[in-house]
T-cell receptor, first 114, second 112 residues
Framework: DGGITQSPKYLFRKEGQNVTLSCEQN?????MYWYRQDPGQGLRLIYY???????QKGDIAEGYSVSREKKESFPLTVTSAQKNPTAFYLC?????????????FGEGSRLTVL | SQELEQSPQSLIVQEGKNLTINCTSS?????LYWYKQKYGEGLIFLMM?????EEKSHEKITAKLDEKKQQSSLHITASQPSHAGIYLC????????????FGAGTTVTVRA
């Protein structure tokens, strides 16, 4: 079955440590996204990638980094520079831009900083 | 401030009753997407609306985009426990073809 796989589902990190969240899709989608979700707030865009080897900052990119070396994969690194990293992170993909159709979402990764 | 305002923030409905959720923007909506989320899980796509006055239905859920394309409503008829969850609207407001702006969500509780 086609879909988006995020791992790990739960992750605990000590302050000052970097952590990488995995996102893999087998939908053959060109575009991939990372969103952050906090209680009482809408999803906020961290980074997006229109095509392999290219990515752009979203609204809240500070303290995060990404790579897009393969079409199927779009890992997100939460660095120690991110001041408030505890959140629920969602990865998504789409065939092209938003106007081409809906975003497909993974199951999410919950990061807790201890 | 949020680009999209959802109301209500939460609601409790008796099983079998109807409910309506609203999503309002101060800007023209070039595309409006409704998603459902179970707590701690990913988003499930429900419907997409693009044309003013457009209305779509799936099973007992109906979504409509107003003529001015600045407000959308999601209506559930004869609610069931399976309708419980968080409903989010996402919108293309034309600033970037790769940016979907989201409302804060509406939490729906269905009581038996």
């Amino acid at each position: 079955d086609g879909g988006i796989t995020q791992s790990p589902k739960y992750l605990f990190r000590k302050e000052g440590q970097n952590v990488t969240l995995s996102c893999e899709q087998n939908l053959n989608h060109d575009a991939m996204y990372w969103y952050r979700q906090d209680p009482g707030q809408g999803l906020r865009l961290i980074y997006y990638s229109q095509i392999v080897n290219d990515f752009q900052k979203g609204d809240i990119a500070e303290g995060y980094s990404v790579s897009r070396e393969k079409k199927e994969s779009f890992p997100l690194t939460v660095t120690s520079a991110q001041k408030n990293p505890t959140a629920f992170y969602l990865c998504a993909s789409s065939t092209g831009g938003i106007s081409s159709g809906e975003l497909f979402f993974g199951e999410g990764s919950r990061l807790t900083v201890l | 401030s949020q680009e999209l305002e959802q109301s209500p923030q939460s609601l409790i409905v008796q099983e079998g009753k109807n409910l309506t959720i609203n999503c309002t923007s101060s800007k023209t909506l070039y595309g409006l997407y409704w998603y459902k989320q179970k707590y701690g899980e990913g988003l499930i796509f429900l419907m997409m609306l693009q044309k003013g006055g457009e209305e779509k239905s799936h099973e007992k859920i109906t979504a409509k985009l107003d003529e001015k394309k600045q407000q959308s409503s999601l209506h559930i008829t004869a609610s069931q426990p399976s309708h419980a969850g968080i409903y989010l609207c996402g919108a293309d407001i034309g600033s970037n073809d790769y940016k979907l702006s989201f409302g804060a969500g509406t939490t729906v509780t269905v009581r038996a």
